[in-house]
Nanobody, 124 residues
Framework: QVQLVESGGGLVQAGGSLRLSCAASGRTSVSYAMGWFRQAPGKEREFVAGISGSDSRTRYADSVKGRFTISRDNAKNTVYLQMNSLKPEDTAVYYC?????????????????WGQGTQVTVSS
């Protein structure tokens, strides 16, 4: 079993930056792909970014390309999401997710481990 704990959310003005962290514990493995998802009020949870475990390949949603960067430190079992040039439409609860295979997917059902979420609010 793997436990994921997110941190780093908060309130920021438009154009600002935040860095989210996701610390994994338990039966962690560098072979797992990891992802960040977000869910705004009244909307479905959506894929934001993903990173493979073996070679740190990345994938991003079109809405965050060029503004967000996902990275991982396997020695620390931690995944990061650096968010720059934040917009009000980025406001959501952000979730960290882990897969059992080293394949990045954009669908929530691919991921079996989930954190509790961290709120990101961007004011205009």
């Amino acid at each position: 079993q793997v436990q994921l704990v997110e941190s780093g959310g908060g309130l920021v003005q438009a154009g600002g930056s935040l860095r989210l962290s996701c610390a994994a514990s338990g039966r962690t493995s560098v072979s797992y792909a990891m992802g960040w998802f977000r869910q705004a009020p009244g909307k479905e949870r959506e894929f934001v970014a993903g990173i493979s475990g073996s070679d740190s390949r990345t994938r991003y949603a079109d809405s965050v390309k060029g503004r967000f960067t996902i990275s991982r430190d396997n020695a620390k079992n931690t995944v990061y999401l650096q968010m720059n040039s934040l917009k009000p439409e980025d406001t959501a609860v952000y979730y960290c997710a882990g897969a059992r295979l080293d394949i990045i997917a954009v669908i929530t059902s691919w991921y079996v481990y989930w954190g509790q979420g961290t709120q990101v609010t961007v004011s205009s």
